[in-house]
């Protein structure tokens, strides 16, 4: 079995107090369903994971209907200076990982 | 003669009726898995989604559900269900009043022409939906 991809985030370096931020999340996967005749069989992420300063800030389930590549756009408005983590698990259990920090002046 | 007619229209029909019943059934079921018995009430999600999709299996979809995302007033899940795809699910998005809106992007698979239905679940229990009718150009290779 082969690894998940490194996943690629775009998110602000900086922030003001009280700004809100767009953060763009981006993990390269097939998502085979394995409903396809003579497709490979299934390879899919069930799992993202978006905490921040180590609280849940978002979860997501995966099902069919996910495309692949999933890519998923949110907002948070930003306090302090923050660490924000990013795990997706596919079914197996494997898991991809990434983490960024926005700083508030 | 007439007997013999009816029979065969019946025989047509009886596939694509057996089809549909069980497509309604897998929704039903995937919403009651969702959001269980809630009432659920049309209106307060803004959901963007092109009327034509060239590529079935990219169709970018946003959704914004009204709420102020405070602790005591804020969306605690988002539903995403494509209702003729093979299976209906799509995604379920769980929020928290981290998130500064109650709003989502994701990128969702669609087998052909279809309504996709969006619920909100609000943190005192309450369910909004939201519906769009898309056209698919090229079909999202899902079986």
Same mark, same amino acid.
């Given at each position: 079995? =082969?690894?998940? =991809? ?17 953060? @763009? =999340? ?15 069989? *299934? ?16 979860? !997501?389930?995966? @099902?069919?209907?996910?495309? !692949? ?12 200076? =923050? ?10 259990? @494997?898991? !991809?990982? !990434?983490?960024? *920090?926005?700083?508030?002046? | 003669?007439?007997? /013999? ?11 694509? &009726?057996?089809?549909?019943?069980? &497509? ?9 898995? $969702?959001? %269980?018995? +809630?009432?659920?009430?049309? %209106? #307060? ?11 079935? #299996? ?6 914004? $559900? ?10 605690? &899940? ?5 209702? &003729?795809?093979?299976?209906? %699910?799509? $995604? ?7 998130? +500064? ?23 005192? #229990?309450?369910? /909004? /939906? ?8 090229? %079909? #999202?290779?899902?079986?």
């Amino acid at each position: 079995m =082969s690894t998940l =991809s490194a996943p690629r985030i775009r998110i602000p370096r900086s922030a003001r107090a009280g700004e809100v931020i767009e953060i @763009r =999340s981006l993990i390269e996967h097939p998502m085979e369903t394995g409903l396809r005749h003579d497709g490979p069989r *299934r390879d899919m992420l069930t799992r993202l994971l978006v905490r921040m300063n180590g609280e849940t800030v978002l979860a !997501a389930e995966f @099902r069919n209907g996910t495309s !692949a590549n999933p890519y998923h756009v949110f907002f948070v408005r930003m306090d302090r200076t =923050s660490t924000f983590d990013f795990t997706w698990t596919d079914e197996a259990g @494997r898991t !991809a990982r !990434a983490e960024a *920090r926005v700083t508030v002046a | 003669m007439m007997t /013999r007619r009816r029979s065969l229209l019946a025989l047509a029909l009886l596939p694509a &009726a057996a089809a549909a019943t069980t &497509a309604d059934d897998a929704l039903a079921a995937a919403m009651r898995e $969702a959001v %269980g018995d +809630a009432a659920i009430t049309d %209106g #307060g999600i803004t959901l963007r989604a092109p009327t034509t999709a060239e590529n079935g #299996g990219q169709v970018p979809v946003t959704i914004l $559900a009204e709420s102020p995302m405070t602790a005591a007033d804020h969306v605690t &899940a988002i539903h995403v269900f494509a209702t &003729a795809n093979p299976t209906p %699910g799509v $995604a379920s998005f769980r929020l928290t009043p981290l998130l +500064a809106r109650a709003e989502v992007q994701t990128r969702i698979r669609l087998a052909e022409a279809q309504r996709i239905i969006v619920l909100a679940q609000m943190n005192d #229990g309450r369910v /909004r /939906r939201a519906t769009a009718e898309i056209r698919v150009t090229t %079909g #999202g290779c899902l079986t």
